[in-house]
């Protein structure tokens, strides 16, 4: 009820909750806020429509997301026993480790393209739990950073799906997210390139910056295809200065061209 005991709209009410959040600016209030929403707007599965009460994805499409099997450490190619490829040991990547939330097959392709093409927002949330949940035993970086994407992608795009990535895995896991790399030129798409264009086409396509020098750093990417951008990107946080570098991507192709 309101102050003189009538009762509020559902208008009204959500205008008093969002509100207070934003002048609280409190952990406590985001989380009311974010409760009071999932409860009182149940909604339908983004992929199939079914009804999905409080979460983006219903039971049956939430349990057909392809979660990742046995791979290598480095990399995150399947290997038959998790242990390091014979690519990573024979030639080991700048970055230490790889991190992913699954496998970039049906229907978490879907899903992606639909954050990344189609403006999907909500689905930054869903993806960064998944990949904050797949820790393998490892600590947490210090710092967050995501792959910066190229300018004119971006300003078509309206927003870098890295980013928002990168910032809903910071209000997971408490690190902090920054901008940590800048991107000195824009590249051409990378999708339908082979290996050696996809390296040719990023060489020197990224910088680091001072907030770098003596961290942790987790890269954070939607997709892994041939791992060019992540090299390139992991060898600028290197010159400057990062000391442990890791890939967190929410989705990692078995082949070498995704659509």
């Known amino acids: 009820p309101g102050v003189s005991g009538t009762p509020l709209s559902m208008s009204n009410y959500f205008t008093i909750i969002f509100d207070k959040s934003r002048r609280s ?49 480095r990399c995150a190619l399947p290997t038959f026993d998790g242990r390091i490829c014979a690519a990573c040991a024979r030639r080991p990547p700048p970055f230490d480790a790889t991190r992913v939330a699954f496998v ?58 890295a980013q928002e990535l990168a910032r809903h895995l910071s209000r997971t896991t408490g690190v902090p997210a920054t901008q940590g790399l800048i991107r000195l030129h824009d590249t051409a798409a990378q999708v339908g390139l082979s290996r050696e264009a996809r390296a040719r086409n990023l060489r020197d396509a990224f910088i680091g910056t001072k907030v770098l020098e003596g961290r942790t750093v987790a890269l954070v990417d939607d997709v892994m295809t041939t791992g060019a951008t992540m090299r390139a990107a992991a060898r600028a946080a290197r010159r400057a200065g990062a000391v442990a570098v890791e890939a967190w991507v929410i989705a990692r192709t078995l082949s070498p061209n995704p659509d």
């Open 25 to 73: 600016g409190t952990r406590a209030w985001r989380a009311l806020t974010r409760e009071f929403i999932s409860s009182a707007l149940p909604q339908a599965c983004v992929l199939c429509a079914a009804p999905s009460g409080d979460a983006l994805l219903c039971n049956g499409c939430a349990k057909a997301m392809p979660a990742p099997g046995p791979a290598c450490p």
């Open 104 to 161: 970039y097959a049906w229907p978490c392709d879907h899903l992606l393209h639909r954050f990344k093409y189609g403006g999907a927002l909500e689905c930054a949330r869903y993806f960064a739990d998944a990949l904050a949940r797949r820790a393998n035993g490892r600590p947490d970086p210090q710092l967050l950073v995501a792959i910066p994407l190229a300018a004119a992608r971006q300003r078509s795009r309206g927003f870098n799906q």
